[in-house]
């Protein structure tokens, strides 16, 4: 294929995938909005005035960039896996696997689809957000480049679930037990410093707390980490995930018999 | 005149073990309407997953139209379209954007693609459910949206996997038009079914595969030219009690008003209708007691079965 008709190809995944969203909106749109507004009443506005301040900044504040972050990288998952082993169950993935689309195409199709699903969530929830409190931003490089590079490195993620699935259970297996646990103690509601040292040690292995952290230190400019290694291990992380998803689909594994 | 599609020792192991193709040697030339046929597991879709890519073969090769699927497997895809037998599209797309998408996918631009999605809708009778989710589709109308899917980027090489399956026979003729109209365009077309008079009346050549292997492969008239013999069915006015003896010719009673007899073949028909008119037998209506190619299908599989037996008598 010409560089031109791959363009066409990947738009035309791309456009697919968007389209698949906003059909079942409110599947898709309406329920993280909801959850989130609730996360800003209870923990921002309730719990949080008697919170006091956390790094600086009132308990609103400081939740806030974590549950935006929490939002995208959900919904970007969620978006290919569900999409992908749709496609795998009813088999329409086969009308891409017959066409001379490259397997690169197919997956940058995919994950794109994923990244416009988070960061249309994310965009939702930030709106929603201004309703509670102001929106500070402290480099807009550091915010977008990190909720870019999350929303592809979850979609990758996603990818590879949905390639492994078998049932529409495995696909909520990993979101379940390891996405929400990962989510929940990745500094999303708390600075890991309020931890005990050994605590702080284990909490520095979860990759989401430096997605988490730079994303806050792009909003606050506070951070529990180096912001320059989240980007190094994000990048790491994509790259090695981008190089499973392509051999996972040349090899054909789950997909062709 | 090029060849289609070249298959050359084409081998497929199943992880589980299971030898589906055991070294299969096929050639279709262009403009061919060939058919592929075999009783069920025989391996005739695994042959075809090979071809488009959605079954991974052991050994082998296969080339489409020169282009091989090891070395050139775009080019190879750019000329083949695929009609599986299960329905592989998303329930919940419309018609159209399903065909368009597919358009999509070969690199087609849009304002093309919606053309082409237009120009196959209208012929396969679709263009007014466009709008419609495929979900909403009756059976026959799935199938004739996967053939307008596989169309839309005007392959020269048509693979039909049970088309007509489950279809009523109003439908399947006027596919059975439609496949004709886009042979005779120059489009080759490889069939599989399992309506013998469907590959009878369509396919100029045809290939008989059974447990992995080719068993025949020949022109449909070469092979209706190895009947020996064909059974008629004779209707007649008289009840009859018995049927009746006429040298040289095998007659059974089915039941009171229906005969059948074995005719040998070249041989003439006068002398068993004079026999009967003398007789005061009066034939009112005459067919054939099977489809003649069935009858020739039958025959090669139970030989081949014949054959397997022995040899595993033998190795035994």
């Known amino acids: 294929m010409t560089p031109q008709e791959q363009w066409i190809a990947f738009c035309t995944i791309v456009g697919k995938e968007i389209r698949r969203f906003m059909r079942i909106w409110v599947q898709t749109l309406v329920p993280p909005v909801i959850t989130m507004s609730l996360y800003f009443v209870i923990f921002g506005q309730l719990i949080g005035s008697r919170i006091g301040t956390m790094a600086g900044f009132s308990y609103m504040e400081f939740v806030v960039p974590g549950l935006i972050m929490m939002s995208v990288l959900t919904n970007a998952y969620s978006n290919v896996v569900s999409s992908f082993y749709s496609a795998k169950f009813q088999r329409s993935i086969e009308e891409l696997l017959v066409s001379p689309t490259p397997n690169y195409v197919i997956l940058n199709g995919f994950v794109i689809g994923g990244v416009c699903r988070g960061l249309a969530v994310g965009l939702i929830v930030t709106l929603v957000s201004l309703f509670f409190t102001d929106l500070h931003i402290h480099s807009l490089p550091v915010m977008v480049l990190i909720v870019l590079m999350t929303s592809i490195l979850f979609s990758l993620m996603g990818f590879v679930n949905a390639v492994f699935a078998n049932s529409f259970d495995d696909i909520s297996i990993i979101p379940t037990f390891v996405l929400t646990p990962l989510t929940y103690l990745g500094g999303v509601f708390y600075s890991i410093s309020l931890l005990p040292e050994f605590w702080q040690g284990v909490s520095q292995l979860n990759p989401v707390l430096y997605m988490v952290n730079a994303f806050r230190y792009g909003v606050l400019g506070v951070t529990d980490i180096n912001v320059g290694l989240a980007f190094v291990g994000v990048a790491i992380f994509i790259i090695v995930l981008y190089a499973v998803c392509l051999y996972l689909l040349s090899s054909g594994k789950r997909l062709r018999a | 005149m090029s060849i289609a599609l070249s298959i050359r020792n084409l081998q497929k192991t199943y992880d589980d073990g299971f030898e ?297």
């Open chain 2, 20 to 316: 589906a193709l055991k070294g299969i040697d096929l050639e279709v030339k262009q403009g061919d309407f060939f058919a592929l046929l075999g009783p069920n597991g025989a391996g005739k879709s695994t042959t075809i997953g090979i071809i488009c890519s959605l079954v991974r073969k052991s050994a082998g090769s296969v080339s489409i139209f020169g282009h091989d699927i090891d070395t050139d497997f775009p080019s190879a895809k750019r000329e083949l379209g695929v009609v599986p037998q299960e329905f592989n599209f998303s329930q919940f797309e419309t018609v159209g954007s399903i065909v368009a998408n597919q358009a999509g996918y070969y690199g087609l631009k849009k304002s093309l693609a919606e053309q082409r999605a237009e120009k196959y809708l209208r012929q396969l009778g679709l263009w007014d459910k466009r709008d419609n989710k495929a979900l909403m589709l009756s059976g026959g109308m799935k199938r004739r949206l996967m053939i307008a899917r596989a169309l839309v980027h005007e392959p020269k090489l048509l693979i039909l996997d049970e088309p007509t399956a489950g279809v009523d026979i109003e439908l399947r003729r006027s596919m059975w038009t439609f496949l004709r109209e886009i042979n005779a365009r120059g489009t080759t077309i490889i069939l599989t079914t399992h309506y013998l008079e469907e590959a009878e009346m369509l396919c100029r050549n045809v290939a008989i595969i059974d447990q992995g292997s080719i068993v025949e492969n020949t022109s449909v008239k070469g092979l209706l030219k190895t009947l020996n013999k064909e059974i008629f069915v004779l209707d007649t006015r008289e009840s009859l009690a018995a049927a009746p003896a006429v040298g040289g010719y095998q007659l059974k009673l089915v039941e009171e008003h229906s005969i059948e007899v074995e005719v040998e073949k070249g041989r003439s028909l006068n002398e068993l209708f004079a026999t009967l008119t003398e007789a005061g037998i009066h034939v009112v209506s005459m067919r054939n007691k099977t489809n003649r190619l069935e009858e020739l299908f039958v025959s090669r599989i139970q030989n081949k079965s014949a054959d397997a037996v022995v040899t595993e008598g033998d190795a035994a």
